[in-house]
């Protein structure tokens, strides 16, 4: 079970980073499932790009699809850091690109 905070780093030049502001990050966890490394080079082959990796495991944190107006899929659980007064980042960042893309 993976359970708690881990730190990500963030890709330059990506979504994630605009939204965060920052280099690195630290999010939380709760669940029994990674990404096979294994098939990393293959996802990037097909435009999905890991722009958030765990820097002492090397594990994939964060995926981006290439050319999409905002794609991005999370290992860890953005909605635990989130209220109603202090939306998370990358709820913010969704909101304002989807606003974006509507006009």
């Known amino acids: 079970m993976r359970l708690g905070g881990y730190a990500c ?4 030049d990506s979504l ?3 939204a965060y502001q920052t280099d690195m ?3 939380r966890h709760r669940h029994r ?3 096979n490394n ?3 080079d293959s996802f ?5 790009i890991p722009t958030g990796i765990n820097p002492e495991s090397g594990l994939v944190e964060i995926m981006e699809q290439q050319g999409h107006p905002w794609f991005v899929g999370t290992q860890f659980h953005p909605e635990y850091r989130s209220t109603a ?3 998370h980042p990358l709820f913010v960042a969704f909101i ?3 606003i974006t893309y509507s006009k």
């Open 33 to 35: 499932y990674e990404f």
């Open 96 to 98: 304002k690109a989807a």
């Open 16 to 18: 994630v980073k605009q």
């Open 85 to 87: 007064l202090n939306p």
């Open 9 to 12: 780093s963030l890709e330059k």
């Open 44 to 48: 990037k082959e097909h435009g999905m």
């Open 25 to 27: 990050v630290r999010e």
């Open 38 to 40: 294994q098939y990393l």
